[in-house]
C-alpha cells in the first residue's frame, strides 16, 4: 500500500473510533430524524392542499401539541391512577401464583420425578438485596432520570431544526458522499424517507388496533384496571417480539387474583389478538412497507440493546429498516449485482476443446512487427500482407463467411 492509502486507512480508522464514542448522541440525531420525517409527511400534504411550508410547520406543530395537551389531560391521569393501583397489586399476585405453582406441584402425579421449587418464603429473601439495592441507587435513578428529560429536550429541538429546514441538511449530509454517488445516495434517502413513513404510520394501527381490542375484551372479563393493561400494549407493541411478550404478564398476574379461569381466559385472548395482528392486520396495512424476516428483527433488537441500551431497543426497528434499505441498495444493486466479470470463451480453429481469451484484435496489428511472418508482410509486399491477415483472420474466426474457404464443385 502507498503512502497516501495508509493514511486515508488510518483517518478511516480514527473516525470509526470517534463515532463510537458518540454512539449515544448519534442515536439521539437518528431519533429526532425518524420524529421529522413522520412530521414531514404531514407537512407535505398541507403544501400539497396550497399551503406554504412556513405556515404548514407551524401547523403541524400546533396541531402535534394539541394532541399532546389532550392525552395528558384526559388519557394520563387515570392510566397513572390504575398504574400506580396496579404496582400494589402485583407482589400479592405475585405470591398468588406462587402459591398456585406450589399446589399444582404437590398434587403432581407419583410417577413424575420432584420438581424441587423455591417457597415463596425463599424467594422473599432472596430478592431483598435486589430491593435493598435499588433503595441505595435511589439519588442515581433521579440523576438518570434528568439525563433522560434533557435527552428528551434535546430530540424535540433537534426535531423542530429538522422539519424546519429539511433541504439544508440533507445537502449537508450529501457533502460527505463522493460527488460522483451523491445523485444515487439521494435516491437512496428518499427510500429510506417512504419506508420510515410507511413503518411508523402501520406501527401507530397496529398499536391503536391492539390497545382497543385487548381494552374491549379485558372489559368484556371483567378484568380489573382495563385501561392500564390496554394502554400498555399498545405502547410495548413499538417493541417486536419482546413487548406483546410483557404486555400479557400484567393482565395475567391481576386476573388471577379473582379466578385462575381468568387467567387462561386472558391468555387465549392476548393470542387471539397477536394472531390477527400477525396474519391479517400487518399483511393489509404494512403492505408497503419494507419486509423483515423475524429473525432478523429479533438479532437486531439484539445487536442494538447491546450495544445502545434500552433506546437501541426501543430503535430497532427504524435502525432495522434505514439498515436493510441501505444494504439493499448500495451493497446488492450497486456493487454485488453490477460485478460480473466472467471472461467469455470461444472456441479457436476447428478444434472444438481448445479454448482462449475473448475475441480481440491479435497484440501484432497494435505494435510493430514481432514475428517472421509479419516481417514479410512489410508495406512493400502487398499480397505477402494479405495472406498473413487472411491466415490471421481463419485462426481466429474461422466460422466467419467471409473467411471460410470455396467449397468444391460437385
Known sequence: MKLGQWLGFLCLAIALVILWQIRQILLLVFTAVVLATALNSLVQRFQRAGMRRSAAVPLTLGLLLLVNILFIVLIVPPFLNQFLRLVELLP????????????????????????????????????????????????????????????????????????ADPTSYRQAFLQLFPSFYRRRADEILVKCEVSLGNWLAGILINSLFIATLSGVGLWILQIQLVLAHALLAGLLNFIPNIGPTLSVVFPLTIALLDAPWKAVAVLILYLVIQQIESYWLTPTVMAQQISLLPAGTLVAQIFFANFFGFLGLLLALPLTVVAKTWIEEVLIKDVLDKWDKKPQWISVGVTEGLATLPLVDPVERDFPFTDSSAKDAAPGNAASAEAVASQDGQAIAPNNPENAPPEPPI
Open 92 to 163: 400479592r399476585a405475585f405470591a398468588e401464583v406462587l402459591e398456585w405453582v406450589e399446589y399444582l406441584v404437590n398434587q403432581q402425579p407419583t410417577w413424575l420425578p420432584e420438581l424441587e421449587l423455591p417457597t415463596p418464603s425463599n424467594l422473599t429473601r432472596e430478592l431483598q438485596p435486589l430491593f435493598r439495592n435499588l433503595l441505595e441507587n435511589f439519588f442515581a435513578f433521579f440523576s438518570n432520570s434528568l439525563t433522560a428529560v434533557l435527552q428528551f429536550l434535546l430530540v424535540i429541538v433537534l426535531t423542530i431544526m429538522f422539519l
